[in-house]
């Protein structure tokens, strides 16, 4: 089975919970410094928690440090990569390749600030030993073909959000028209600001437009081609952006690519959960300056966004008469009080706020760019943004519960949908019950409360109902053993490239992730007042390192 990431971005801990709540298998992060947002910065501590609550579901955490380093910066540089290692860090994302001769014990990902464009570019840094090439964004599709042809590393590919009109890594703009560099996380982004342009003989052919300016990237149609064509990872742009747009966007390309693998049996998602989001994706609806593919297939034009740099939105109508402070559309609309509209004039975006909604006629706040024919374009949802604001979307493992009852043992054993298990055992004298078809249904209510961990109990099976069980004996077992499972999930995956020649085993379930791999050990907690083992099921076993949070919750019990 081939594995297939979402990878989404994380700009603090509270973005990276929504990433994973919301059904990413990867997240990037920025360490305190060398990263290239240097707006997006975090501690080691932070990070090492959000790895905690990533590892729980399989999900990868990648670390940014992908700016270019001065010599005097290489001790600094090399010391937070050990940090961030320790803090439990999958890969570490580099530009500069000082940090590949530092014998770090970790994945290395070649950024895209790499500007690997070629065949012969991804083949050198594989051959140097990077576990995954994050490709360059101005690629056409036949161009991604030809790289995944010449090497066998992983290879990854932004898919959403916005993009440099400069190969990444390879504009100095910023750094030619003010101190702040690109390569070293802090772009001025003069690529938004009007020019104009003049020709040869000095005649202004186009003034005070954003010439520089190019649409952001939206690939969720394109997909399925790009699985069929290699890539492993698919990466969302927007480590600047806020939780909203994280909710929105990585929803919208967790059931785009689970669509594409339902379809596609030798492929799988890497990490497990389940995310049911509250609301219906839309990326159209959190910022954006236009959607454009770029230049997947080929460069053509409908790139660029010459009127503004800013979120221009979803579409709406075309303005069909004025009336004094009011106006009506063409189009049928959902338009209500609060929404954020503007619309395209000669001087660009001209924006304002509705103010009432009255059957077709809309009353802004402002009516500056309202004339008939002038396209509408709503950059506000009121209604759409209370709702992410609202949504409590929670990231579960379907689990199965089978209960045991004999006259002087209690056996519960829980089964995630990967295989991964914990078994605990209460002993005892259980006298018969006076009514069996209750006790069964009380044995399946008490094992089906997951609570607030991260699963979600969806089938119990029972044995020996005729014997009587009291609920608080049946409710330990199911605390310990939730919390034994959690603690006995396996540890994240290396990417495929990196993992060389470990086999895998397949799962069939649209849960979660279709390969499972050995660990060495096995975890066998200890019997106190009964016992929890925690094994893998028909997949190998579990490290007997991962029993110690289940090890203490137990005594602890």
Same mark, same amino acid.
Request: charged share 25%; hydrophobic share 35%.
């Given at each position: 089975?081939?594995?297939?990431?979402?990878?989404?971005?994380?700009?603090?801990?509270?973005?990276?919970?929504?990433?994973?709540?919301?059904?990413?298998?990867?997240?990037?992060?920025?360490?305190?410094?060398?990263?290239?947002?240097?707006?997006?910065?975090?501690?080691?501590?932070?990070?090492?928690?959000?790895?905690?609550?990533?590892?729980?579901?399989?999900?990868?955490?990648?670390?940014?440090?992908?700016?270019?380093?001065?010599?005097?910066?290489?001790?600094?540089?090399?010391?937070?990569?050990?940090?961030?290692?320790?803090?439990?860090?999958?890969?570490?994302?580099?530009?500069?390749?000082?940090?590949?001769?530092?014998?770090?014990?970790?994945?290395?990902?070649?950024?895209?600030?790499?500007?690997?464009?070629?065949?012969?570019?991804?083949?050198?840094?594989?051959?140097?030993?990077?576990?995954?090439?994050?490709?360059?964004?101005?690629?056409?599709?036949?161009?991604?073909?030809?790289?995944?042809?010449?090497?066998?590393?992983?290879?990854?590919?932004?898919?959403?959000?916005?993009?440099?009109?400069?190969?990444?890594?390879?504009?100095?703009?910023?750094?030619?028209?003010?101190?702040?560099?690109?390569?070293?996380?802090?772009?001025?982004?003069?690529?938004?600001?009007?020019?104009?342009?003049?020709?040869?003989?000095?005649?202004?052919?186009?003034?005070?437009?954003?010439?520089?300016?190019?649409?952001?990237?939206?690939?969720?149609?394109?997909?399925?081609?790009?699985?069929?064509?290699?890539?492993?990872?698919?990466?969302?742009?927007?480590?600047?952006?806020?939780? @909203?747009?994280?909710? &929105?966007? #990585?929803?919208?390309? =967790?059931?785009?690519?689970? %669509?594409?693998?339902?379809?596609? *049996? !030798?492929?799988?998602?890497?990490?497990?959960?389940?995310?049911?989001?509250?609301?219906?994706?839309?990326?159209?609806?959190?910022?954006?300056?236009?959607?454009?593919?770029?230049?997947?297939?080929?460069?053509?034009?409908?790139?660029?966004?010459?009127?503004?740099?800013?979120?221009?939105?979803?579409?709406?109508?075309?303005?069909?008469?004025?009336?004094?402070?009011?106006?009506?559309?063409?189009?049928?609309?959902?338009?209500?009080?609060?929404?954020?509209?503007?619309?395209?004039?000669?001087?660009?975006?001209? @924006?304002?706020?509705? &103010?009432? #909604?009255?059957?077709? =006629?809309?009353?802004?706040? %402002?009516?500056?760019?309202?004339? *008939? !024919?002038?396209?509408?374009?709503?950059?506000?949802?009121?209604?759409?943004?209370?709702?992410?604001?609202?949504?409590?979307?929670?990231?579960?493992?379907?689990?199965?519960?089978?209960?045991?009852?004999?006259?002087?043992?209690?056996?519960?054993?829980?089964?995630?949908?990967?295989?991964?298990?914990?078994?605990?055992?209460?002993?005892?004298?259980?006298?018969?019950?006076?009514?069996?078809?209750?006790?069964?249904?009380?044995?399946?209510?008490?094992?089906?409360?997951?609570?607030?961990?991260?699963?979600?109990?969806?089938?119990?099976?029972?044995?020996?109902?005729?014997?009587?069980?009291?609920?608080?004996?049946?409710?330990?077992?199911?605390?310990?053993?939730?919390?034994?499972?959690?603690?006995?999930?396996?540890?994240?995956?290396?990417?495929?490239?990196?993992?060389?020649?470990?086999?895998?085993?397949?799962?069939?379930?649209?849960?979660?992730?279709?390969?499972?791999?050995?660990?060495?050990?096995?975890?066998?907690?200890?019997?106190?007042?009964?016992?929890?083992?925690?094994?893998?099921?028909?997949?190998?076993?579990?490290?007997?390192?991962?029993?110690?949070?289940?090890?203490?919750?137990?005594?602890?019990?």
């Amino acid at each position: 089975m081939k594995s297939i990431e979402l990878l989404a971005p994380a700009k603090d801990l509270q973005a990276a919970v929504a990433a994973v709540d919301y059904g990413a298998d990867a997240l990037y992060i920025g360490g305190a410094r060398f990263g290239a947002r240097h707006a997006a910065g975090n501690s080691a501590e932070e990070i090492a928690r959000a790895v905690e609550y990533a590892h729980q579901y399989g999900v990868r955490v990648h670390a940014t440090l992908n700016t270019l380093l001065y010599d005097g910066e290489l001790a600094e540089a090399e010391r937070q990569a050990r940090e961030l290692i320790a803090a439990g860090v999958d890969a570490l994302i580099v530009q500069d390749m000082a940090l590949r001769r530092m014998n770090l014990p970790v994945e290395l990902h070649a950024s895209t600030q790499a500007a690997t464009r070629t065949p012969e570019q991804a083949l050198f840094l594989e051959r140097c030993g990077f576990a995954r090439v994050i490709l360059e964004r101005a690629l056409s599709f036949d161009e991604i073909r030809a790289i995944r042809a010449a090497c066998g590393g992983d290879l990854e590919c932004f898919v959403h959000g916005a993009i440099c009109v400069g190969y990444s890594g390879r504009c100095f703009l910023s750094r030619s028209m003010s101190e702040r560099s690109g390569n070293r996380g802090a772009c001025s982004q003069p690529c938004r600001l009007t020019y104009d342009l003049v020709d040869e003989s000095g005649r202004t052919v186009v003034k005070g437009r954003h010439l520089l300016s190019v649409r952001d990237l939206n690939l969720s149609d394109r997909i399925g081609e790009l699985i069929d064509a290699g890539i492993t990872s698919f990466k969302i742009e927007g480590r600047l952006k806020d939780v @909203g747009y994280i909710k &929105n966007v #990585v929803s919208h390309y =967790r059931q785009r690519i689970d %669509r594409e693998l339902a379809s596609r *049996p !030798g492929f799988c998602r890497s990490s497990v959960g389940e995310s049911r989001p509250d609301f219906q994706p839309d990326p159209s609806k959190s910022f954006t300056r236009g959607e454009s593919e770029y230049f997947f297939d080929g460069r053509r034009a409908g790139v660029a966004s010459f009127d503004t740099p800013k979120a221009v939105g979803e579409f709406v109508g075309r303005v069909a008469r004025v009336d004094g402070r009011s106006f009506t559309l063409a189009e049928p609309h959902d338009l209500a009080p609060g929404d954020g509209i503007c619309f395209r004039t000669r001087n660009g975006l001209a @924006g304002t706020n509705v &103010n009432e #909604v009255a059957g077709n =006629r809309i009353v802004p706040n %402002r009516m500056e760019g309202v004339v *008939p !024919g002038a396209e509408g374009f709503r950059n506000f949802d009121r209604r759409f943004s209370l709702a992410l604001d609202r949504s409590r979307t929670r990231r579960v493992i379907p689990v199965r519960a089978d209960a045991a009852i004999t006259p002087q043992r209690v056996t519960v054993r829980f089964t995630d949908c990967e295989g991964v298990a914990a078994e605990v055992t209460r002993d005892g004298v259980f006298e018969p019950a006076k009514d069996s078809r209750k006790m069964l249904e009380t044995v399946a209510a008490q094992l089906s409360r997951s609570g607030d961990t991260i699963f979600d109990v969806r089938e119990v099976r029972s044995e020996g109902c005729d014997r009587f069980v009291p609920v608080s004996l049946l409710a330990a077992p199911r605390r310990i053993g939730a919390f034994a499972a959690g603690a006995a999930r396996p540890p994240c995956r290396p990417c495929d490239f990196a993992r060389g020649s470990v086999g895998a085993l397949s799962v069939e379930s649209p849960c979660g992730r279709g390969e499972c791999y050995e660990s060495s050990g096995r975890g066998v907690l200890p019997r106190s007042r009964g016992a929890a083992n925690c094994t893998r099921t028909r997949f190998g076993t579990c490290d007997g390192r991962a029993s110690g949070h289940a090890f203490g919750l137990l005594h602890s019990a």
